[in-house]
């Protein structure tokens, strides 16, 4: 790993101003990426300002029903907040099926948001990348693509990104607060992430110096009944090659409120507003669900490897929505 | 740096993982390095009791904090792993017992997992299904999972009825 210069920050004011005003420096959290990106050569920052001391680690419940996250929350923890396992178990769920335990007892939050994606061409440094070296090239549009976007993907790169949690996130209309020596603003986070077009390596709307340092969910009573179905290729421990994060509520057979998002598929957790707009007003059947899938796979492209993940996706839909329908808690 | 109840004053880079600084500064090789990219588990030390992986932690991070090596361990899981056959070659079996004895106090305070039926259960039964979801982070080669399984068990059986 090539050496770089560490500084601890005593506050979020001192860290945006040290990152803005080192050259080349980063911020580090749990490091649960960072760190394997860095022995990697992949990321080359010359100095890095650890964040894990700053007091962003509260869960608290907002005057109108919301949950305000701190950034530096362990995803561990988030996924066992008493708050959040009863209001918005679709997050729990999806943070359950992330990593491995010891992984989640160290990523945070906001360092789970901006991880970077798996794809083996990105961390290969004989192979093509847009991505690492932007121009030269993407190997895994002709190679083996088989864990690689089927949604949104461009002609120059094809990744996906990996998180869960950004999924359910993606689902709960969150929003995520951002800082800098510029102050503060706020960005729903179905706008944090960027699709590829021809510039890959710009993967979020964050600025090099921004710091997240909350993530804000809204009082939504449909997540009550939520779920996260995750499939991937071994039981545990393993990225998805298709997920889906749901929220339904049904009165009277007839779907009255529904959060869809789907990952795996896309550079960026992808909200799936086609068909909550087919399903909303609709009746609560299979076959209503199977149309709405269609709808929403229908931009979807694949390749040779990785087009299963089409119809992958579209049975993964229904049958998480028919478990929210069959489980009594959607009624 | 507090390691195994000791104090050390160390002198690190900070690209110095936590695991390279136990086994090359220290000689605290009963860690090991397995993938060295997060993936394995066979690195898994306890930090304020809870487990992580330690290839992937800066050591200049841990300044201060408890850290347990299975140097540090006196636990019947250890007893546990031999009487079940919970190793073949071994080099897996520091990081499996130091993430049981983790997994373990995880779920002692209530932790769902994601093969948790019912989230909201404050204590959900240790089935063997949770015993290996919980503890899919470490790898074992050898394919010694069911003696893992076992093992772990059989500890987390004694501890409840102790």
Not at chain 1, 58 to 83: H, K, M, Q, S, T
Not at chain 1, 170 to 188: F, I, K, Y
Not at chain 1, 325 to 330: E, I, N, P, R, V
Not at chain 2, 112 to 137: F, K, N, Q
Request: aromatic letters at 4%.
């Amino acid at each position: 790993m090539r050496p770089f210069g560490y500084v601890s920050a005593p506050d979020v004011a001192t860290a945006v101003r040290v990152v803005s005003t080192e050259p080349n420096a980063k911020f580090l959290g749990g490091g649960t990426n960072l760190v394997d990106l860095m022995r990697e050569g992949v990321e080359r920052p010359d100095t890095l300002v650890d964040v894990t001391g700053l007091p962003l680690t509260a869960i608290e419940e907002l005057p109108g029903g919301g949950v305000r996250i701190g950034a530096l929350v362990r995803n561990a923890r988030l996924a066992a907040d008493p708050l959040i396992r009863s209001r918005y178990p679709v997050l729990s769920r999806a943070l359950l099926s992330g990593a491995s335990a010891q992984l989640r007892n160290v990523a945070t939050v906001g360092g789970n948001l901006v991880q970077r994606t798996r794809c083996p061409y990105f961390y290969d440094h004989a192979s093509a990348c847009n991505k690492r070296e932007p121009g030269a090239g993407c190997d895994a549009i002709g190679g083996v693509n088989r864990n690689h976007a089927v949604l949104g993907a461009s002609e120059h790169c094809i990744a996906t990104h990996p998180s869960d949690m950004a999924v359910a996130l993606a689902a709960l209309d969150a929003v995520v607060e951002l800082e800098s020596v510029r102050g503060t603003r706020r960005v729903p986070l179905l706008d944090l992430h960027r699709l590829p077009g021809e510039t890959p390596h710009v993967e979020t709307v964050l600025t090099a110096d921004e710091l997240i340092t909350a993530v804000e969910l809204p009082h939504l009573p449909v997540a009550a009944a939520s779920h996260y179905r995750k499939v991937r290729d071994r039981a545990s421990y393993a990225f998805a090659l298709v997920s889906v994060a749901a929220a339904l509520h049904v009165r009277e057979g007839v779907v009255t409120d529904v959060r869809l998002a789907l990952g795996g598929v896309a550079a960026k957790p992808w909200r799936a507003h086609q068909a909550e707009r087919v399903l909303l007003g609709a009746e609560a059947t299979e076959e209503v669900f199977l149309r709405a899938a269609d709808a929403e796979l229908a931009a979807a492209t694949g390749l040779p490897d990785n087009t299963f993940k089409i119809e992958l996706a579209r049975r993964t839909i229904v049958a998480t929505l028919q478990e929210l329908l069959t489980d009594g808690s959607a009624a | 740096m507090r390691i195994n109840g000791a104090t050390t004053v160390l002198e690190l880079e900070p690209r110095v993982s936590l695991l390279d600084a136990l086994r090359d500064e220290l000689g605290l090789t009963g860690t090991k390095k397995g993938c060295d990219q997060g993936a394995c588990g066979a690195c898994t030390v306890l930090v304020d009791g809870e487990r992580i992986n330690s290839c992937l932690a800066l050591a200049v991070q841990y300044s201060g904090r408890e850290i347990t090596t299975v140097e540090g361990v006196d636990h019947p899981l250890q007893a546990a792993f031999v009487a079940n056959d919970g190793l073949q070659c071994g080099y897996c079996t520091p990081g499996q017992i130091c993430s049981a004895i983790g997994m373990l106090a995880e779920h002692a305070a209530g932790a769902p997992s994601a093969v948790t039926e019912h989230l909201c259960e404050p204590d959900p039964e240790l089935t063997d299904a949770e015993i290996r979801e919980r503890m899919s982070g470490n790898l074992c080669r050898c394919g010694a999972y069911n003696g893992i399984v076992d093992s772990v068990r059989e500890v987390a059986v004694a501890e409840q009825l102790r």
